[in-house]
């Protein structure tokens, strides 16, 4: 299984003031190989999200290195690391993060655009990606027509658009009640199945247990690292 | 990079999902752009009228005007009807000047009431010489003009527009009928055809014209109010002035009299109301600017409203470049389009207006208009889309 993505040292520290500072990560090392599904379990505060947006390379590192695919990206211009997220990397998040007033098909074929595919391709991919997580029935439907189940699983499809190598979801089941809530987490587990890389952050043991390797993290440290299945 | 045409069609998805705000936002420039246009067709409107006026009294024209008239210190004055000292006298002398000065005429003009079985009408009587008649381009319809023998003898006939035909009259035949003036019987002798001038502002339409001596008797005046010369030619017209300067300074003093010829005064007057209408285009321009910072307002408040929206598109691979031209452009749009309905509501509203006082909607207004609307749109779109583009996607994905 090759290596997707390496974090070796890496500290995130916020300035907040003249000397006041946050260190959300002191020193993380993690791989993220191909094919995984990894559970980030950790307390509110614990930076979870912030090591989440190291590995969807949303932000860089105060020390330390980022690796994708191979290469180290702290280098690279906003531009780029812009195009490597739109290729390499699907988000999903807790608040779902829809374009409101704008129809399922067109949220989900958002990534392509920045790619630039022809409106063709994006529809056909859209309506693909929408099939895939169930809503192949409410294409046209806007967010305030989707209960909040139904939105996240066009988020997902939006994060699968572009086959990316790795999709990564900050507390995906935060916004919603346990039933939907488990039908997102076993849609990601479907999807790990047919191979995709998942990377579920969550502060819930019993939604972490569901993945395949759960990574702890507590004061922006690492405290355990344990495959379970 | 991404087609821009796709940007475009990103912006006014956007702007067309958000129907309140854009039009919101392009309110102060559809106020902006369409006061420019009506308030400048306004001023146009005048200057075209006022030369027509003017065109209407014919050519070659010298004109004496009592008191100081236009030019001087750089100020316009108005001429001095009521202390007129030009007189009768002076029109038989200048006529006797020969040479370049081809005819002299004189006039004065009252407002007043004309009457003719109980029905009433008020208008302008003018008492006109027949020269001055011939100068003003006065013709009759039917029935005869007033000759010089009518002015000599202070005769009780009259000349009417036909507006008071129809008034006075139910548009019956009025020659030969008497109509009451002043307390005065008159005789109608002629109706005036609708050309020709009946003096500033006042239509040939309604006039009423009096031999000038018999005009004079009736509102007990010696004096005249002015007094046409018509040159040979054009070329002639400076001699002209000239003599009849030096004539009337053997009577009159330089502040009692004033010789302008009319193109001269078309002149004056043109660029007076030139200065006008570029005032008033002034005033709606800044209404245009403030447009132009209401655009930049709401934009500013949009890019903060639209934090998480900007954050998403840059996770999910927007560059900056990206999210930069989609908000110039989205201002660039709203500012054109609003600029667009701007021009059509000035365009109507011209036309609106134009039912009272004549407006004539320039191309330079439209054009000035709509080109600083959409440069607005470009300048005050720059900043926000500057700070959208500059956005964190991390802090702008928190954003609640
Ligand atoms: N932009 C920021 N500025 C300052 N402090 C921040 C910022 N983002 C996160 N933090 C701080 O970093 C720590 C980790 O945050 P986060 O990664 O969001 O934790 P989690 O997702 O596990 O709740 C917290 O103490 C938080 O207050
Ligand atoms: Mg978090």
Not at chain 2, 31 to 54: D, E, K, M, P, R
Not at chain 2, 147 to 160: K, P, Q, Y
């Amino acid at each position: 299984m090759s290596v997707l993505i390496s974090l070796s040292k890496v500290t995130k520290t916020y300035k907040l003031g003249d000397d006041v500072e946050v260190s959300a990560l002191r020193g993380v090392d993690l791989n993220i190989n191909e094919g995984e599904f990894v559970a980030i379990i950790g307390p509110s505060g614990s930076g979870k999200s912030t090591l989440m947006h190291m590995i969807g390379i949303l932000d860089q590192p105060t020390t330390g290195t980022v690796e994708l695919e191979g290469k180290n990206i702290s280098k690279l211009t906003e531009e780029k690391l812009a195009e490597l997220r739109n290729k390499h990397i699907g988000f999903v998040f807790q608040a779902f993060n829809l374009l409101p007033r704008t129809s399922a098909l067109e949220n989900v074929e958002l990534p392509l655009i920045y790619s630039g595919d022809s409106a063709l391709v994006r529809k056909q991919k859209g309506e693909e990606s929408l099939r895939v997580v169930g809503l192949g029935e409410r294409m046209d439907h806007t967010p305030s027509q989707l209960s909040g189940g139904q939105q996240q699983r066009v988020a997902i499809a939006r994060a699968l658009i572009t086959k990316p190598s790795l999709i990564l979801a900050d507390e995906p089941t935060g916004n919603l009640d346990s039933k939907a809530g488990d039908e997102i987490i076993s849609l990601l587990k479907d999807l790990n199945k047919q191979g995709n890389t998942i990377v579920l952050v969550t502060h819930e043991r019993e939604i972490a247990e569901q993945a395949k390797r759960i990574v702890e993290i507590k004061d922006g440290q690492i405290i355990s690292d344990k495959k379970i299945k | 990079m991404i087609p821009i045409g796709e940007i475009v069609r990103l912006s006014i998805q956007s702007l067309l999902r958000n129907k309140t705000r854009s039009i919101l936002t392009m309110l102060g420039i559809i106020i902006g752009v369409s006061a420019v246009i009506l308030l400048v067709s306004i001023g146009q409107g005048l200057q075209n009228y006022i030369t027509q006026q003017f065109e209407s009294l014919g050519s070659n024209l010298v004109i004496v005007l009592p008191g100081k008239v236009g030019g001087g210190g750089g100020g316009f004055g108005a001429p001095n009807i009521a202390g007129s000292k030009l007189s009768l006298g002076d029109v038989d002398k200048l006529s006797r000047i020969g040479g370049a000065v081809e005819s002299v005429g004189a006039g004065i003009e009252m407002p007043s009431s004309v009457s003719y079985l109980g029905k009433t009408k008020y208008t302008t009587t003018a008492g006109l010489t027949a020269e001055y008649q011939k100068m003003r381009n006065l013709t009759v319809s039917s029935g005869r003009m007033m000759s010089e023998s009518d002015n000599r003898a202070g005769r009780n006939v009259v000349n009417i527009g036909p507006g008071i035909v129809d008034s006075l009259f139910g548009g019956a035949n009025p020659i030969g009928k008497q109509i009451t003036l002043g307390g005065q019987k008159f005789q109608v002798v002629g109706v005036l055809s609708k050309i020709g001038s009946g003096g500033f502002g006042i239509d040939v339409n309604s006039f009423v014209v009096l031999p000038l001596t018999t005009a004079q008797k009736l509102f007990g005046m010696k004096s005249v109010q002015a007094i046409g010369i018509k040159a040979k030619d054009k070329d002639s017209i400076p001699e002209v002035i000239r003599q009849v300067k030096k004539e009337l300074s053997k009577r009159l003093k330089e502040d009692d009299f004033s010789v302008v010829d009319s193109s001269s005064l078309v002149a004056t007057i043109n660029q007076i109301l030139g200065v006008v209408t570029l005032a008033l285009g002034g005033i709606a321009a800044i209404s245009l600017i403030v447009g132009g910072v209401g655009i930049m307002n709401i934009m500013l408040v949009s890019v903060t409203e639209r934090t998480r929206e900007i954050g998403l598109r840059k996770a999910v691979g927007a560059k900056p470049k990206d999210i930069l031209i989609q908000f110039i452009i989205e201002s660039v749009t709203l500012s054109v389009v609003g600029g667009g309905i701007g021009v059509l509501i000035g365009f109507l509203g011209a036309l609106a207006i134009n039912q009272f006082i004549s407006t004539t909607v320039t191309f330079w207004s439209v054009a000035l208009a709509f080109g600083v609307s959409a440069a607005i749109g470009v300048i005050f779109g720059v900043a926000p889309a500057a700070s959208a583009s500059k956005l964190n996607p991390i802090d702008a994905l928190k954003y609640e």
